[in-house]
């Protein structure tokens, strides 16, 4: 059952025309990283996992970027006894909603997609906090699995802020997985069942359209 607030929340938004489209306003296009994984010369399969806000809009952009083969909603940043929604909506589990990424290597690399992260995905510069989404568990964040992601993640937040990218500073963590825990069911591939849902109309959609526009080399309709 998804809760009340949430859809409550996509009816007032709708209602005053309020909508959280992009990755807030910025001086100019969000620029590719200066530092990036090296592409390989064959196909492989690695994984990311990222978190900023409602995950039904995280995982509808990621599910349109070219060489991403699967996204999955769910939990990160806390124990796998508390990954259940009911709980996580608490703020208290130490858990944001995330989205696990599955993309080849050699098709999109690591950088792109935290560019596609950083530009329509979400805001960046919002803490604990997402459109009308409010807490903990709507935080921005980077969970990294090896050295090289937190290099690469770590070292793109800083080039960001310090071309003043964004009007304010970049507040996305950059953490160590510990694990990842899928949603339920119900959550997987929601803006994509539900199109007509308030919600995902104000929130969601515009992020899927607005990655067609600036990354026309990397959408693909699904």
Partial sequence: MISTSRALIGVMLFGAAVACTAAGATSGPVPAPAIDLARPATPGVQTVVVSGGCFWGIQAVFQHVRGVTRAISGYAGGEASTAHYEMVETGRTGHAESVQITYDPAVITYGQLLRVFFSVAHDPTELNHQGPDDG???????????????????????????????????????????????????????????????????????????????????????
């Avoid at 990294?144 to 500073?169: G, K, M, N, W």
């Fill in 136 to 222: 903990p568990q709507y935080r921005s964040a980077i969970f990294f699995s090896t050295a090289d992601e937190q290099r690469v993640a770590t070292a793109y937040i800083a080039q960001l802020d310090q071309a003043h990218v964004f009007p304010h500073l970049v507040v996305t963590a950059v953490t160590p997985l510990h694990g990842f825990y899928a949603a339920e069911d119900y959550h997987q591939d929601y803006a994509r069942l539900h199109p007509n849902d308030l919600y995902i109309m104000v929130n969601d959609a515009p992020k899927v359209t607005n990655l067609k526009r600036e990354f026309p080399d990397l959408y693909r309709d699904r």
